[in-house]
């Protein structure tokens, strides 16, 4: 089995295994390339350790975690604000941000105040959130 390609006025016969044979060097540059890359994020710290990645796997387990995370990226918010964005209802929304302060991922601001309490994400929230939005 042959392909042929045409250059100019000369004919060139390859071989099929020659194609294979390329094709799998390629593949290997793309791996060689792929781990380099995965290894330099390590050693640039950029991949969470081991406990971050635990509770990162408790919060992306639970649809209502990860969006009300989400919902805290970057800002400060009530929990009926949390619960608008996030599209949580407000009964649930005190649950998820109980676990959400279990884990350590986000923090009430003033918990002695009953009404109106102020969360926003720990530094493990916005590694955690930095993640989901790079995953998609």
């Known amino acids: 089995m042959y392909v042929f390609l045409k250059f100019v006025k000369n004919t060139y016969v390859i071989s099929i295994k020659w194609i294979i044979a390329w094709f799998y060097m390629i593949g290997w540059a793309i791996l060689i390339l792929f781990l380099e890359f995965f290894f330099f994020k390590a050693a640039q710290g950029d991949i969470m350790d081991d406990e971050t990645l635990k509770v990162f796997a408790y919060v992306n387990i639970s649809t209502y975690r990860v969006r009300a995370v ?67």
């Open 70 to 136: 989400k919902a805290l990226d970057g800002e400060v918010k009530t929990p009926t604000n949390i619960a608008k964005e996030a599209d949580i209802k407000l009964n649930h929304i005190s649950k998820t941000l109980h676990q959400l302060k279990d884990c350590g991922v986000a923090v009430c601001i003033n918990e002695n105040v009953k009404r109106g309490r102020l969360y926003r994400l720990t530094s493990v929230g916005e590694e955690i959130v930095d993640y989901l939005d790079n995953m998609g």
